[in-house]
């Protein structure tokens, strides 16, 4: 029996066509940055620090001294993000500044995941939360050709899709409302509100998102900030300056006005380190070096980072990154 007729498929999965699409797309959004002045920049995929998030899950690697003890070496991690070495280059005098990244994370796979996959990321100062949009938006219809993106609030896309306030519908009764119409959904605890949100966010709110042309979610509730600012105004609840691009249901990139305060960065992640305790997973390691950077003084900024597979994927009308990667996980 041949090695192919085992089921050892050398070729892509992805054929020619797609794969001319990608290095198009790629072409022209290096183009598109480098006229407006933007700096492509390469940081290290292996690192000693780690975004602490609860839902993101680095790759450990070792740095083996001796290969016949490779166990044995410093600990590194394979990055989620270019998030903090793009932000320690911001805090040392960069301005404008992009990535074509390789990020890697652990536990997710399937139609729209890849444990290995090119993520984008830009940041420029003295973007605010408007800029940040805006930038996005010109990003989104220079490559996919749909027109402008529509604006749609969080609160505003539950109401519509859902037909509720995700902001004053209180947590028993979103479970209640949640499990009369899906009686899978997993046993969260009344105090994980924010779990129920993003379970009903993807079954009834995001399929519905970027049908007719791109949609940018924005303000989030403040629990779901990440490294997003904050906003609170008077009689309104707190919103985080978060915001989303969607087409054709599938989220394509996660941006925020970014957040400078150091002891509410140290707060959020030691929330995030107690979070992933309950949830039974490994500890992450401390970020000195990104902290120091955010002592020196990161400027304000705003920052996104864009999922490229998934932009091919929905330029090109695949239902599975299988159609635009060479080698996905499974052929790798």
């Known amino acids: 029996m041949t090695r192919e007729a085992a089921g050892f498929d050398w070729r892509p999965s992805a054929p020619w066509e797609n794969l001319r699409r990608r290095a198009v797309l790629l072409s022209r959004l290096r183009r598109f940055f480098d006229e407006r002045g933007f700096l492509e920049v ?10 602490v998030d609860r839902h993101l899950d680095p790759l450990r690697v070792v740095l083996f001294d001796d290969p016949r003890t490779p166990d044995h070496g410093m600990e590194r991690w394979l990055q989620t993000s270019p998030e903090f070495a793009m932000k320690r280059l911001l805090a040392a005098g960069a301005t404008a500044i992009y990535q074509v ?5 652990g536990g997710e796979r399937g139609p729209r995941h890849n444990s290995e996959f090119t993520l984008v990321e830009w940041y420029r100062v003295g973007d605010g939360y408007e800029e940040g949009m805006r930038l996005l938006d010109e990003l989104s219809a220079c490559l996919l050709q749909r027109g402008a993106a529509e604006r749609l609030s ?3 896309a539950f109401t519509r899709h859902a037909g509720f306030d995700p902001f004053t519908l209180d947590t028993p ?3 209640k409302w949640i499990k009369s119409r899906s009686p899978a959904v997993p046993e969260y605890s009344e105090e994980d509100r924010d779990s129920w949100l993003n379970y009903a966010l ?3 709110v995001e399929p519905r998102l ?3 042309c791109p949609v940018i979610l924005y303000d989030y509730p403040a629990s779901q900030a990440a490294l997003a600012r904050v906003r609170a105004r008077d009689g309104e609840p707190a919103v985080a300056e978060r915001f989303e691009l969607y087409v054709d249901g599938v989220e394509l990139a996660n941006g925020y006005h970014e957040l400078l ?3 509410a960065f140290r707060a959020r992640t030691a929330t995030n380190r107690q979070a992933r305790t309950d949830d039974g997973k490994p500890s992450l390691p401390a970020s000195p070096r990104f902290e120091a950077a955010m002592e020196h003084g990161l400027p304000a900024c705003a920052g996104v980072a864009l999922g490229f597979d998934r932009l091919v994927m929905v330029a090109v009308g695949a239902r599975d990154l299988s159609a ?5 996980d499974e052929r790798a």
């Not at 390469?42 to 975004?51: D, R, W």
């Not at 635009?324 to 996905?328: G, H, R």
């Open 42 to 51: 390469e940081t290290p995929a292996l690192s000693a620090e780690s975004v």
């Open 101 to 105: 990244a390789r990020a890697f994370r």
């Open 210 to 212: 970027g049908c007719d």
């Open 173 to 175: 009764r979103l479970a």
């Open 261 to 263: 305060d150091i002891a």
């Open 324 to 328: 635009v990667l060479a080698f996905p």
């Open 154 to 156: 969080y609160r505003e």
């Open 202 to 204: 993807a079954e009834w």
